[in-house]
Structure formats: C-alpha cells, structure tokens
C-alpha cells in the first residue's frame, strides 16, 4: 500500500523492529535503513516498510488517523485514507502488509515513478518504484491517490426537506430552526467538476507494473461525479466511456492487470473511504487459508462501514457486465464483493486482438484468474533462480520436481481433471546445446480453461514464459 501518513513519525519505533529492518536490507535499501538516525531520513518517505499489525502501524505514525492532510474534499474531508484501508487489511486476514508513505506535497507525483525508472538504483526509487522491487508481493492498492482524485467541491447527498410542522406557540428562548436553508450560497452550488483524467493515470500504473512485474495485480477505486437525475454522487459516466474505448485499443491487454472497485465506504467513524484495504486483506488471508486460485467474491467483508453512494440490483448487474466492475455491496446486513469482475479477460499480451472483444472469453474476466496466474510466475521465478545454483540445463531433476510442484497444485484443488494427467502435462520442448525448456499445459479451475507455461534454461539462466492455449 502506498499513501499519507500526516503527522509524528516516530522512527525509534521503526529501529526497534530488527526483523523489519533485517527484510528492508535485504531488499537492498541497507544505505537507507543504516540512515534512518539521521535527520533527513526521519520522514520515512519513499521507503517500503514491513509491517505485521495495525499496532506497528500507529506505533510508527501515532497522528496519521487523526491530523489533518494537505487536500481536503468536500465529501471526503482531510483525513488520510491510508490508516483505516490498513486497518481493514489486518482486520479482514491479512498478515503482512508492506507499506510505503508518499508525501503530500508530491501529489499525485508522487505515486507515479517515470517509466524508464532502473529498480537497481534502490537509492532513488519512490512511489510505486518502491514497492515493484518487492519480489514476494502480488497486490498493491493506492487508497490516497483515489483519495486526492475525488474532486474537491463534489457535493453530498441534500439533505431531505422535511414537511412544515404544523403551526403552535413557542416560547421566545425556543430554538425552531431545523438546519435546512432554503437557498445556498453561491459557494455551494452544485457544478459538474472536470473529472479526473483517471483512465491515463490508471494506465501509466498499469503499464509500469507490466513493464516490471506482469505478475502483479492493482486494486482501484472508480472515482465519482455528481448526477443531475440521482441528485446524489454517482459513478463517473466519463470514466465508463473512456474504459470502454480503452478496452478496444493496443493497450487493453493492461487494463487486466487491476480490478476496478465501486463504491466507497461510509461509516459513523469516517465520511468517506476505499474499499481496497479491506478486499486486499479478504484476497491475502484466503490466499493463506484456501490457495489463491479462489475468489472472494461473496465473502463478509470485516468492516463497520456501508455502501457509499449505495447501488440497485439492476446497476450492479449493468455495471458488472460492461465495463466490468466488482461491486461493493450489502445483502442482509453484510457487506460483500459482489464479484471480482475485471474490464478484460486475463490474457497475455499477444494473445488480444485490437479492435476486437470476444464475448466468448468473458468467463475469463475474473480476477482470481490474474493472481493466479501471478502466483505461478512469481513461483517458478524463485524455481529457476534455485536452480541456477543446483542444477545444470542437462539435469533430469528440474522435470521431477515440476511434477511435484503441480502434483501439489492438484491435490490442493487448483487443477481440475479426474486424474493429475487431467489436470497437467510436462513435456521437454527443446534440446538445443544450453538450453532446456519445459512446455506445461495445465487445466486450472473454473472459470479457467487452459494456459500453457514454457520453463527454459537459457545460457544457464532459467525463466518462464507463460501462452494462453
């Protein structure tokens, strides 16, 4: 997660978590961690921080759930959304979150590295740089940056004029105003803002974590507008459009790298807030408990807040459907993601023809279907790099011990087929001098049909490669 942490920090409590601080040298930010006594290094900008519990959170950052931020909305306020989606993660499962505080003043700069950026040079990364370095991690949200996108003067809900009362007497001390004005300063009118220019925004993430880590999915919130008709705020209708060109350009193999959420939370304790910090902590403890080939979709979600602006059956189900959108909803008393629908099916790059969206391949369009796939390359990436060091390109070794790592997958209920040569197929693919190459062919659960992975050892360097079948 990457966001505001207004307030103290206090890096003495940072120092005093010798494993966290052991992750972050490891990861190549020793010179920094090493200057973190020192004066400029105490904000703890741009640095990813390991962190296991909220309570380490707002040992570090006593202030950011209270003190005012730079920017401040209308609807939202001038809180940091970092602090509750932190709380929502641990809160719904998840058990280690690796967090990086952006500054403020950077504004939506800040989040977003140039795209040429070399993640070598650990010394110079930040925002979203950061976190890409980090081998391990599948999952990013941004809760401030989808908070600095709600446009500052989009208004609430108005409130409900409520019939005259009929006419008594009052004493002169008796207070009758209800609050209601009839007319609204001219500060207060409702305008159309321009919205956000949030598709190119979206796709320069998009298209630094797929230069990256393809392995990585992004959760993100749909920014708002004010309706007319609904005289409430709404989703975004430009937003919707634009996401619908998108998805028929060169570029749309993208967009299925993040899975787009709506609406927001709302709650006694806050005005408005992401969803995102819970859904990623629901994703990371299933991951844990039930493999992270399977969705959370339908799951409670551990959370005090509601549905903000709350959505119809018939809007879920049209918004769902095009452009793709997991829906945040409450059914009986419970919140829950509708579905983890995505704006295109999980494909490869190659494998998307411009212009042309095939209504066939919808069944793909899951987002368990991305991290899944994510899991399988960041797994035979440490494989491979196992191997560099154990085993030559001639050794029959790397076949048996693929055969295990999918003999696993299958007893865990990731692969279908009555029996494991159902569900999965390894056969060599090259016998050139330096390089051996495994074609896999796997049967993953529904809804996924077939894809087929290439494990290669080339000039003593193994890789995968992955091909949808």
Same mark, same amino acid.
């Given at each position: 997660m990457l966001g505001h942490c207004p307030g103290r920090v206090r890096v003495e409590r940072l120092l005093a978590l010798s494993d966290a601080l052991e992750e972050m040298r490891l990861l190549g930010f020793g010179r920094?961690?090493?200057?973190?006594?020192?004066?400029?290094?105490?904000?703890?900008?741009?640095?990813?921080?390991?962190?296991?519990?909220?309570? @380490?959170?707002?040992?570090?950052?006593?202030?950011?759930? &209270?003190?005012?931020? %730079?920017?401040?909305?209308?609807?939202?306020?001038?809180?940091?959304?970092?602090?509750?989606?932190?709380? +929502?993660?641990?809160?719904? /499962?998840?058990?280690?979150?690796?967090?990086v505080r952006v500054p403020e003043a950077e504004g939506m700069r800040g989040f977003l590295p140039e795209f040429r950026t070399p993640l070598y040079d650990t010394e110079n990364l930040y925002g979203l740089a950061t976190i890409l370095v980090l081998n391990s991690v599948g999952l990013i949200a941004l809760p401030d940056l989808e908070r600095i996108m709600v446009a500052a003067q989009l208004p609430d809900i108005p409130r409900k004029r409520l019939a005259n009362p009929a006419p008594v007497f009052l004493p002169c001390s008796a207070n009758s105003d209800d609050g209601h004005r009839e007319r609204r300063h001219s500060e207060e009118m409702i305008t159309r803002s321009t919205?956000?220019?949030?598709?190119?925004?979206? %796709?320069?993430?998009?298209?630094?974590? +797929?230069?990256?880590?393809?392995? &990585?999915?992004?959760?993100?919130?749909?920014?708002? @507008?004010?309706? @007319? *008709?609904?005289?409430?705020?709404?989703?975004?209708?430009? *937003?919707?459009?634009?996401?619908?060109?998108?998805?028929?350009?060169?570029?749309?193999?993208?967009?299925?790298?993040?899975?787009?959420?709506?609406?927001?939370?709302?709650?006694?304790?806050?005005?408005?807030?992401?969803? *995102? /910090?819970? *859904?990623?902590?629901?994703?990371?403890?299933?991951? /844990?408990s039930r493999g992270i080939w399977r969705s959370v979709a339908g799951i409670p979600l551990v959370t005090d807040g509601r549905p903000y602006p709350a959505l119809s059956m018939t809007q879920t189900i049209a918004l769902r459907n095009k452009p793709g959108i997991g829906i945040i909803q409450r059914r009986s008393g419970k919140v829950a993601l509708d579905d983890e629908r995505l704006v295109v099916p999980a494909l490869q790059?190659?494998?998307? %023809?411009? /212009?042309?969206?095939?209504?066939?391949? +919808?069944?793909?369009?899951?987002?368990?279907?991305?991290?899944?796939?994510?899991?399988?390359?960041?797994?035979?990436?440490?494989?491979? @790099? %196992?191997? &560099?060091?154990?085993?030559?390109?001639?050794?029959?070794r790397p076949r048996l011990i693929l055969e295990k790592f999918f003999m696993d997958l299958y007893r865990q209920g990731a692969l279908r087929g009555k029996l494991p040569e159902d569900a999965y197929s390894i056969r060599q693919a090259s016998v050139r001098e330096a390089v051996l190459a495994y074609d896999i062919e796997i049967a993953p659960a529904y809804p996924i049909d077939r894809i087929v992975l290439t494990f290669i050892n080339r000039n003593g360097e193994w890789l995968s490669e992955l091909h949808n079948a």
């Open positions: 920094r961690v090493d200057a973190l006594s020192s004066e400029a290094a105490s904000e703890l900008y741009h640095l990813p921080l390991p962190l296991r519990s909220l309570a @380490e959170f707002e040992d570090i950052f006593p202030d950011a759930r &209270i003190a005012g931020s %730079q920017y401040r909305s209308r609807l939202a306020g001038d809180q940091a959304w970092l602090p509750q989606a932190v709380e +929502d993660f641990f809160a719904n /499962g998840g058990e280690k979150l690796w967090l919205p956000p220019a949030f598709v190119a925004v979206l %796709q320069e993430i998009l298209a630094l974590i +797929d230069r990256h880590r393809p392995d &990585i999915q992004c959760l993100f919130s749909l920014p708002l @507008e004010y309706s @007319e *008709v609904l005289d409430s705020p709404a989703i975004d209708r430009d *937003v919707l459009t634009q996401l619908e060109t998108a998805r028929m350009r060169n570029s749309a193999s993208l967009l299925r790298q993040v899975q787009l959420l709506f609406p927001y939370l709302r709650s006694p304790r806050y005005a408005l807030r992401s969803s *995102v /910090g819970a *859904v990623a902590g629901m994703i990371a403890g299933l991951a /844990g790059r190659n494998d998307y %023809q411009p /212009g042309v969206y095939a209504e066939r391949l +919808d069944d793909l369009r899951a987002g368990e279907v991305v991290r899944f796939i994510g899991f399988l390359l960041r797994q035979l990436k440490v494989l491979g @790099e %196992q191997l &560099i060091f154990n085993i030559g390109f001639d050794d029959p």
